[in-house]
């Protein structure tokens, strides 16, 4: 069924935009603190934000292509 996956691709793609803004917001906050490296959290929300990613995808390829 075509677009059978738009609202909870749209749903990830919102996840995905808040995931990177925490992390922006993490980076943001080692930063005016000093920090020379960067916050764990901040790769974690990276990490997490890249498989949300990789869902939207899965989810937006074709049938045929999930099948084999």
Do not use: Q
Request: aromatic share 2%; proline share 4%.
């Amino acid at each position: 069924m075509p677009g059978e996956f738009g609202d909870i691709r749209s749903r990830l793609e919102a996840i995905s935009e808040e995931l990177a803004d925490l992390a922006i917001e993490r980076l943001r906050e080692s930063i005016d603190a000093g920090g020379r490296e960067l916050p764990v959290d901040e790769r974690r929300l990276t990490r997490a934000r890249r498989a949300v990613e990789k869902a939207m995808s899965i989810l937006a390829e074709p049938d045929d292509l999930v099948d084999g």
